[in-house]
């Protein structure tokens, strides 16, 4: 799902896109590919975006404890409409609200970690904003108006 969500190749043909030809031959010249998945993840994959809804929402909850924080802001991002439910979709209940985004925010270093966690307690999430901002730059710099194509 990332790599179509990111938009390295088309969702239907399995053909690699301009940005995946792009990413493919920064990696070949010697790129380091996490850090050009963290850009393509940033921009094309719209975790800037999560991350700003994220910040706009969590300054309006309470940050006492990791669970409650978790269940408030599902429910901002529900009420607010960015994520629907599917009371018919299976679930399995085993992966917390937001679980898989943050571990990839953690491998690209978007993310801060507290004791082994990422809530703070009065804080909520903590972003590091400078490396976000360097990643979105290098990612227009270098995949330049390609966003607008994959968009």
Known sequence: NNLSHCKLWENDTWKVTEIGIKF???IDDGFDPIEEMAMIHLAVGRYAELIGDIKEQQAK????????????????????????????RASSKSRQFLQSETQIM???KLI?????????PGIGFKFNDSRIEKLLNSYYEIYGGKLQEAA
Do not use: A, T
């Open 61 to 88: 909850i309470e940050k006492i404890n990791s669970q409650k924080f978790l269940e408030e802001l599902k429910k901002s991002f529900i009420n607010k409409g960015y994520i629907g439910l599917n009371p018919e």
């Open 106 to 108: 953690k491998r690209f």
């Open 24 to 26: 493919i031959n920064r």
């Open 112 to 120: 801060e970690i507290n004791k082994g966690r990422f809530f703070f």
